[in-house]
C-alpha cells in the first residue's frame, strides 16, 4: 500500500517536471524568435542569439536525458525504437522491496 503510493506521487512528480521542461523549451524558443526580430539595438544581436540556440540545445538535451531516466525508471521503451511496442511501464514495486 504504502509502495502503490510512493509511487503515485514518484509518477505525479515525473509528470510535472516533464510538463514544466516542456513548457520552459516553449517558452525559451518563443525567447529566442523575439530576439531576432528586434530591430535598432544596442546589444551584440549575433552573439546574444548564438547563446541563446546554445541555451536551447541545452534545454534540448535536458529533456532528452530526463526521458531517459523515465525510461530506466520504469523500464519504458522509447517511441524511437522500431524494434519494439511501446510499453506503458512497469511498476516500481520491483526497485522498492
Sequence with gaps: MESDILEETLLNSVNNLRDNL???????RYFTEMIKKCE?????KGEVIA????????????????WKVIQYLWDWISIYDKKNKIVIGRSLNRILH
Excluded: C, G
Aim: hydrophobic residues 40%.
Design 40 to 44: 535598432n539595438i544596442k546589444w551584440n
Design 22 to 28: 516542456k513548457v520552459l523549451e516553449e517558452s525559451w
Design 51 to 66: 547563446q541563446s540556440i546554445i541555451t536551447m540545445r541545452h534545454i534540448e538535451d535536458a529533456r532528452m536525458r530526463y
